[in-house]
């Protein structure tokens, strides 16, 4: 197992960098451009929705066709040149999908195309959801993708990927039919569970160990208009809204219900929130009648398309930020006290370092969550036994020069609540994480032997990202 690469990354760029952007734009088709400093597409290539997750590249390359990334590929390969692979940008990490040499933005990879015999959908990995999300409303179908806007596809389904639709469905690993992969030998490849069992299984959490993906063929299902959206309460009503947040994640089994529920601090004071989604025109009588009898300060409920659902839950974006995963195994009136507690304690704490707010959510899923895909067909999550909940710990700030405080705090805040031994989720971890945690001894040896076969020579281990 190597160490994540992020840090040493940085070492070899400097004139090594320029000479491959232009040994690249020599090479390429005309499907492709390379952008250099200054250049509007340069600046939309680096950036990313974590201020905190980009870095000043050499250049920028927006590969037009698969055949192109194999193009780039080999030549940083030959030059030794590091490089990042970007789709939605939203990693939290510096260095998962941002460099100081090569940036490979995936966004002319746009397609949505969806096939009613098969059921399936091809989706280019330059998307975001809310572009496949409007693709496939017009067909009444859809994906198992992000719950916010602007996530994008590639990194949210090469690391596991939960969705409103996962008490139903699992998660969106769980829904891929094929991967088209421009593999380390500059190869354009489709991977299937028939054709590269292992490949195919450790694709399914090991984001780009593998290559660089182009297409996903996803499984979709009939989708009818759904009911959901957010609201925030008033801190007075906390002991109100845990026993809710309590009986939710207990009681209710209906898998067309989800929820995610906030507990934050920004500007001196608790706030609190709700995601709410229901899988149909209006949620059965029960569900979520305890948080609905809490006055919002404000919210938005309504029945609409998941397309529209999903544009208007935004996030606040531009500003520093680091996430970590707190494996939660269940949601108990202790297990909530003790998250608040500790929001009451880094609250204060990281305001006085500028912390624009600091948020612990609740993310409950069914029993069942992780049966709808066989034990051993993916590399994430190590183990299929039991649910063990994404709880995320997010932090926002302004000030680069905090930046350390800021990770140790998310570190020793998810350490302090989470259950040691547990599946970590790759989309939520930090840098530093081992990656034994995500995938498991088993895991990881499988996916180091066909890391091995893949990419010999390591190309792959010039990008950033958890390393097997
Ligand atoms: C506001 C917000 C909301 C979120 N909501 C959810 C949620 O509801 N559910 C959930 O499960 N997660 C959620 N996440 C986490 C999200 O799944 C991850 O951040 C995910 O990696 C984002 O994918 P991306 O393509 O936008 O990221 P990027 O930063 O572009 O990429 C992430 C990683 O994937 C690699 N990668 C990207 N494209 C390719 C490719 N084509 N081939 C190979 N490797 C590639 C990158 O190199 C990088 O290591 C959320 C994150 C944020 C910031
Ligand atoms: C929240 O409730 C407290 C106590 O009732 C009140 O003082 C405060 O103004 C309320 N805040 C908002 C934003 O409504
Ligand atoms: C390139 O790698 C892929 C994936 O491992 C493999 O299927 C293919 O045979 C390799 N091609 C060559 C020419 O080595």
Known sequence: MLPTATLLLGLAGSALGFNACQLIANKVSSATDVYYP??????????????????????????????????????????????????????????????????????????????????????????????????????????????????????????????????????????????????????????????????????????????????????????????????????????????????????????????????????????????????????????????????????????????DLIGSTTFPTGLRTVYNHIPTLEYSESTIEDMINELNFWGPTLSAHGATSVTYAVEPFLPGLLTHAPAGSSAYPGSRDHTVFPSIVGLQWVSQSEDDVFLDAARQTAEKLGVAGESIYPNYAIYDAPVVDMYGEEGVKRMEATRERVDPYGVMLLTGGFKV
């Open 38 to 307: 200054g250049s509007s597409s340069y600046v939309a290539d680096n950036e990313h929705y974590a201020t905190s997750s980009s870095q000043a590249s050499k250049c920028s390359v927006e590969p037009g066709s698969a055949e192109d990334v194999g193009i780039i590929l080999a030549i940083v390969g030959k030059t030794k040149t590091p490089f990042g692979v970007k789709g939605g940008g939203h990693a939290t990490n510096q260095g998962f999908s941002s460099t100081t040499g090569v940036q490979i933005a995936m966004t002319r990879f746009i397609e949505v195309t969806y096939d009613s015999a098969t059921q399936t959908a091809v989706i280019g990995a330059g998307n975001i959801w809310d572009d496949v999300y409007e693709v496939l409303n017009a067909q009444s179908v859809n994906v198992l993708g992000g719950r916010v806007t602007g996530v994008g596809v590639a990194g949210f389904t090469l690391g596991g990927g939960y969705s409103y639709l996962s008490n139903q469905y699992g998660l969106a690993i769980d829904n891929v039919v094929a991967y088209e992969l421009v593999a380390p030998n500059a190869t354009v490849v489709t991977v299937t569970e028939e054709n590269d069992p292992d490949l195919f299984f450790s694709l399914k959490g090991g984001f780009n160990n593998y290559g660089i993906v182009t297409r996903f063929t996803l499984k979709t299902y009939p989708q009818g208009s759904v009911w959901g959206g957010v609201a925030s309460y008033n801190a007075s009503y906390i002991s109100v809204f845990n026993a809710a947040a309590v009986k939710f994640c207990s009681e209710v089994t209906d898998p067309k219900a989800a929820m995610v529920m906030t507990y934050a601090y920004a500007s001196g004071q608790v706030s609190l929130a709700t995601q709410m989604f229901y899988d149909g025109p209006t949620p059965p009588d029960g569900i979520f009648d305890d948080f609905l009898a809490i006055p919002a300060l404000a919210q938005d409920f309504t029945t609409r398309s998941y397309f």
